[in-house]
């Protein structure tokens, strides 16, 4: 079946190391996202990528890094740079016909 | 930030219809608006989009004003899985991968 998978669901790490999130697609998609959630709150871009080799940065990409060498995958590195790195992580990408966003289902990182 | 404006929390009872509003007041010509929905700690879920003219699929209509000034997402009978966060954006949908930004959408309540 054709979809996103976001890996670790959850993920544990102490304060002042850096980790990767993976996100993988087989849906052909050329644009993929990063979001963050905080409890109660919207979803916030981080990055955005619209095509292999290329990304831009939303609107909260400071302490975050990704590159998208691959079309499957786009994944997102949290540095130790981001001063509140505990969040709910999202990422999606768009079908280009419909512009529908199609999303992972999330990965889960605590900072300790 | 986020062209789109929502209540921040609604309630419907049970086997009612859910009217759902959304303000995109500076809506261009060419965006579509989409409306996603968000259960508890899961990715988000496409539900519906459309340009000008109302929009009805298996889950919901779409109603757009005549001026695109706003619209109205209806859940025709709700039922308790519908408790969720709606999400209204403002989007190109064919062949433009640009930054999509989310608002705080609304927390919808089904009650028994």
């Known amino acids: 079946d054709g979809g996103i998978t976001q890996s670790p669901k959850y993920l544990f790490r102490k304060e002042g190391q850096n980790v990767t999130l993976s996100c993988e697609q087989n849906?052909?998609?050329?644009?993929m996202y990063w979001y963050r959630q905080d409890p109660g709150q919207g979803l916030r871009l981080i990055y955005y990528?619209?095509?292999?080799?290329?990304?831009q940065k939303g609107d909260i990409a400071e302490g975050y890094s990704v590159s998208r060498e691959k079309k499957e995958s786009f994944p997102l590195t949290v540095t130790s740079a981001q001063k509140n790195p505990t969040a709910f992580y999202l990422c999606?990408?768009?079908?280009?016909?419909?512009?529908?966003?199609?999303f992972g289902e999330g990965s889960r990182l605590t900072v300790l | 930030d986020a062209k789109t404006t929502q209540p921040p929390s609604m309630d419907c009872a049970e086997g009612r219809a859910a009217n759902l509003p959304c303000n995109h007041s500076?809506?261009?010509?060419?965006?579509?608006v989409y409306w996603y929905r968000q259960i508890h700690s899961q990715g988000p879920q496409y539900i519906i989009h459309?340009?000008?003219n109302n929009e009805t699929n298996e889950m919901a209509s779409l109603i757009i004003t005549e001026d695109r000034k706003s619209s109205t997402l209806i859940l025709p009978h709700a039922t308790l899985r519908d408790t969720a966060v709606y999400y209204c954006?403002?989007?190109?949908?064919?062949?433009?991968?640009?930054?999509?930004?989310f608002g705080k959408g609304t927390r919808l309540h089904i009650l028994p």
């Open positions: 999606a990408s768009t079908r280009r016909d419909t512009g529908e966003l199609f």
């Open positions: 849906l052909n998609h050329d644009a």
């Open positions: 990528s619209q095509i292999v080799n290329d990304f």
């Open positions: 500076t809506i261009s010509g060419n965006e579509y």
């Open positions: 459309g340009l000008k």
């Open positions: 954006i403002v989007r190109f949908a064919m062949n433009r991968d640009d930054k999509i930004i």
